[in-house]
């Protein structure tokens, strides 16, 4: 059993070991805290404070597809629609307070092809970041919404940042997903990324390095998911077992949670049955495409699923988020590879507070104040609404 102490020479060889046999590449002398086995289950009757999001076209809220969501820090909820690119303020009460943002070619505007890909972050100083690959830029607006002024990234490349959480008490953000840069050589990691803002072009560092499965595997691929700790470090998974490694605000990884799940290997039966799913998805895709062009990347894509390249292991993490005070929520691969299981909550100093059984609650879309937590859900019309809950103070 591996206590909550740090390793000498012998400990960590043993770590190493166990957790490369679980199927996480090795992470050296770190600080290891192996978290209980059994589950204990929380409650999930968190209070409803509001709900925003119609299906009448002539309201505010319908939104076509909501892109992000965040927090302020006094609990004001920022919704982007991904389509207008437009983004709503809603107060405590769910009313609307203010609306900026929109498609176009002027400043504090965003670009068309690009708007599916939007993001935002909440700055400390209340002030909103939002990513705009299109522009290859970070758009800055104030605490009203008025347009501040563009961040460029230097050179020439593209980049994709999947998911962004603003710095504690900085001037940046930190990227919560794995990094795409196009035109530019390849990570032989895959890095969690803050980005500076302060200045007239982009600065970035490395908070976090990582760990990039072998090949080019699609297919059960272990994800890279990371969320923003207190004092600006990072929580973060990237394998195929459970184990969550936290890196301080100055870079590399100091301790590392585990459970002792394991991933289940992947067999010539869940691939047969994975590759059918997805065949199944893109012909359905396919039927409702309305020009050649469309009907021409199924049969690209139809060629990709064919030829992909499988992970020889389930991992047991789908999915991670952070807490302002710190909390980590991880969401578990269900019984069935490709869905989902419970929601553990632990803490970064190694504490498991127990977990949620699968359909009690989803992980939020975000955190905010005084335990402030938003969902992205659809109702029963399939119209996306997003739900405002309160969680009781021995959750956040």
């Not at 272990?222 to 195929?240: E, I, K, M, N, Q």
């Not at 969401?331 to 869905?339: N, Q, S, V």
């Not at 498991?352 to 992980?363: K, P, R």
Request: net charge negative.
């Amino acid at each position: 059993m591996i206590g909550n102490t740090h390793l000498g020479i012998t400990g960590s060889a043993l770590v190493a070991c166990a957790i490369f046999l679980a199927g996480v590449p090795p992470v050296g002398a770190q600080e290891v805290i192996e978290l209980p086995a059994e589950d204990r289950w929380l409650g999930a009757d968190f209070e409803e404070l509001y709900r925003v999001g119609s299906m009448q076209g002539d309201r505010w809220d319908t939104f076509g597809r909501v892109g992000a969501v965040a927090f302020d820090a006094t609990g004001n909820l920022y919704v982007l629609d991904a389509p207008s690119a437009g983004i709503s303020v809603v107060d405590l009460e769910g009313n609307l307070v203010r609306r900026f943002g929109r498609v176009g070619e002027g400043p504090g505007e965003f670009v068309g092809d690009a708007a599916p890909m939007l993001d935002l972050a909440i700055l400390h100083d209340q002030r909103i970041a939002v990513f705009d690959a299109g522009r290859r830029a970070f758009v800055l607006f104030g605490p009203e919404g008025d347009f501040e002024r563009n961040v460029p990234f230097g050179g020439a490349h593209w980049v994709i940042i999947p998911g962004l959480q603003a710095d504690p008490g900085a001037e940046s953000v930190i990227s919560t997903g794995a990094v795409r840069h196009f035109d530019a050589p390849e990570f032989s990691h895959r890095p969690v990324m803050r980005y500076v803002l302060s200045g007239d072009e982009v600065l970035h560092d490395t908070v976090a390095m990582g760990w990039n499965p072998p090949g080019d595997p699609e297919a059960f691929a272990p994800v890279l998911r990371a969320g923003v700790l207190p004092g600006g470090g990072v929580a973060f998974t990237d394998s195929s077992g459970y184990a969550i490694k936290i890196a301080a605000s100055e870079g590399g990884v100091d301790r590392v949670l585990t459970r002792p799940f394991r991933p289940v290997p992947v067999t010539e039966g869940l691939k047969a049955a994975y590759l059918e799913r997805e065949l199944e998805a893109l012909q359905a895709s396919g039927e409702r495409a309305s020009d050649p062009m469309q009907q021409a990347m199924a049969d690209f894509r139809r060629g990709q699923l064919e030829a992909m390249e499988y992970y020889p292991e389930v991992p047991v993490v789908r999915s991670l988020r952070t807490s302002p005070q710190g909390t980590i929520w991880v969401r578990r691969t269900g019984d069935e590879p490709d869905t989902n299981g419970p929601i553990d909550l632990i803490t970064a100093d190694g504490r498991y507070l127990g977990s949620f059984a699968l359909g009690a609650t989803n992980l939020p879309s975000a955190f905010g104040p005084d335990g402030l937590v938003a969902f992205v859900e659809r109702n029963d019309l399939d119209v996306q609404t997003v739900v405002v809950r309160r969680l009781p103070p021995e959750l956040r």
